[in-house]
């Protein structure tokens, strides 16, 4: 019979893409809910949904931290192969298709806004340099969580 | 040359060189252990580098370990 090795790590960067995707959607939750408030049917749950993206921060935090401090140990000799640096790429790829399609758009809609408000009234969505902050502040946590999702993907596919 | 695919003896030849591990033969390598299952499995071809290296970890030409075939049902 041929020898197999009956344990399974994960490969450490998909450990740090899991972290990564994490730690992006409890940040962008907590910012949503800082910026625009608690939807009505949840304010009831607040307090634990806020412990729990506490807690998503925090193992994220220290899944990176130990993966960063065990770089020099046998285990973490092998940080980053071949393999990861192709799949890394992808997910870079489709970050910035995602950055620069909601770069546009939001960009088309600050120019286009006095046009748009002049034609059809109320349809601009960022009026103010303030929700373009916002829209900009998302879309930085959107583009992260697209690289971590894409690495994600081509890792859990083989 | 469109529907060619990369197959290798990489699982047949650890079974005859000592029973050794994907873990052993990735740190001789230099990847992780799920570049080999992946390479094995012919889920990823590895860079002519590494196909090199694994090949030199058999002490073998790289054309015995790693073969250009057509995939099933292409005509030869």
């Known amino acids: ?42 304010e009831g749950h607040s307090d634990y949904i806020t412990r729990i993206f506490w807690r998503v921060l925090g193992i994220g935090f220290l899944t990176q931290l130990l993966l960063d401090l065990s770089k020099h140990t046998s285990w973490g000799k092998i940080d980053k192969d071949e ?7 992808k997910g870079y790829r489709n970050a910035y298709y995602f950055v620069m399609v909601a770069v546009a758009t939001i960009a088309v ?16 969505i960022f009026d103010s340099p303030y929700m373009t902050f916002h829209a900009l502040v998302i879309a930085l946590f959107i583009t992260e969580i697209t690289k971590s999702s894409t690495q994600l993907y081509y890792y859990l596919k083989n | 040359m469109d529907d060619y695919r990369i197959e290798n003896k990489i699982r047949l030849l650890r079974f005859q060189h000592g029973e050794m591990t994907q873990e052993e033969l990735s740190q ?49």
């Open chain 1, 109 to 124: 809609n600050v120019l286009l806004s006095d046009i748009i408000r002049q034609v059809g009234g109320n349809h601009v």
């Open chain 2, 28 to 76: 001789r390598v230099g990847v992780t252990r799920q570049t080999i299952h992946s390479i094995e499995a012919s889920k990823y071809s590895p860079s002519l580098e590494l196909a090199f290296k694994i090949a030199m970890a058999f002490e073998l030409p790289i054309g015995d370990v790693f073969q250009y075939v057509p995939e099933e049902g292409t005509p030869k």
């Open chain 1, 83 to 89: 393999r990861d640096i192709m799949i890394e790429s």
């Open chain 1, 1 to 42: 019979m041929i020898k197999h090795k009956t344990e399974h790590i994960m490969p450490r960067r998909e450990m740090y893409a899991w972290s990564s995707l994490g730690m992006s959607l409890a940040l962008l939750g907590y910012y949503l809910i800082a910026v625009f408030g608690w939807p009505s049917g949840l």
